[in-house]
């Protein structure tokens, strides 16, 4: 059975620092993958997805970035953290055009 | 642009009662996918169930079903037999079928579900 990693579970992160955040997935192959955050008490935007080894789609301009270095592994990045990064980021797998399966998501907090 | 609207910011519900929580979403599309999701405290999202819009039939998984009103653009979900263990936060989810770059996923802004003892 396919199952989803994030890592890490909690980071709290000062204004200006650099940021790494992990989603691997297991049992699939070629997957679709997705990068959402979620604001407190509101719902989820989608970040950016990848069809594809280094494909990348942004959906919003923003302070992050994201990577696909292999199949089934997807990456989320910013060079300098801002206020505004703080959320809750869930990261999703799917089979081409069918359901999404989320990860157990990851709490940033930025002071 | 697709939207879906999920009116119903708050809803509680007595354990073992039935509740429906309500969805309605606007697309020109005619074939696309409906989703239900539960985001309990631990804020995984978990799916609950599945409704693929050119199946007349109403998706049910267990205590979970849908009323599916094509025409209407309404997608509501049904809990019977409410559970503690069903206290989370639902959204409603639509997804336009077809290439599979464009499989994004919009979502309504959810419905706090509390079941009460």
């Known amino acids: 059975s396919q199952t989803i990693h994030q890592w890490p579970a909690t980071l709290v992160q000062p204004v200006g620092s650099p940021l790494s955040l992990e989603c691997t997935v297991e049992?699939?192959?070629?997957?679709?993958l997705y990068w959402y955050r979620q604001a407190a008490g509101r719902g989820l935007q989608l970040l950016f997805y990848s069809v594809g080894i280094g494909q990348i789609s942004s959906e919003v301009p923003q302070n992050l970035s994201a990577s696909r270095p292999q199949d089934r592994q997807f990456i989320l990045s910013s060079k300098k953290l801002l206020l505004s990064d703080s959320g809750f980021y869930l990261c999703?797998?799917?089979?081409?055009?069918?359901?999404?399966?989320f990860g157990p998501g990851t709490r940033l907090t930025v002071l | 642009a697709q939207t879906v609207t999920q009116s119903q910011p708050e809803m509680s519900v007595q354990e073992a009662e039935t509740v429906t929580l309500s969805c309605t979403y606007d697309?020109?599309?005619?074939?696309?996918?409906l989703f239900w999701y539960k985001q309990p405290p631990s804020r995984q999202m978990i799916l609950v169930i599945r409704?693929?819009?050119?199946?007349?039939q109403n998706a049910t998984e267990n205590r979970f079903s849908v009323n599916f009103q094509k025409a209407a653009k309404s997608f509501s979900l049904k809990i019977s037999d409410s559970q503690l263990g069903d206290t989370a936060m639902y959204f409603c989810a639509f997804m336009k079928h077809g290439s599979y770059n464009t499989d994004k996923l919009i979502f309504g802004t959810g419905t706090r579900l509390q079941v009460f003892p």
């Open positions: 049992g699939t192959s070629n997957p679709n």
């Open positions: 697309t020109s599309e005619s074939n696309y996918y």
């Open positions: 999703a797998w799917s089979t081409m055009g069918d359901t999404q399966y």
């Open positions: 409704q693929e819009a050119y199946k007349q």
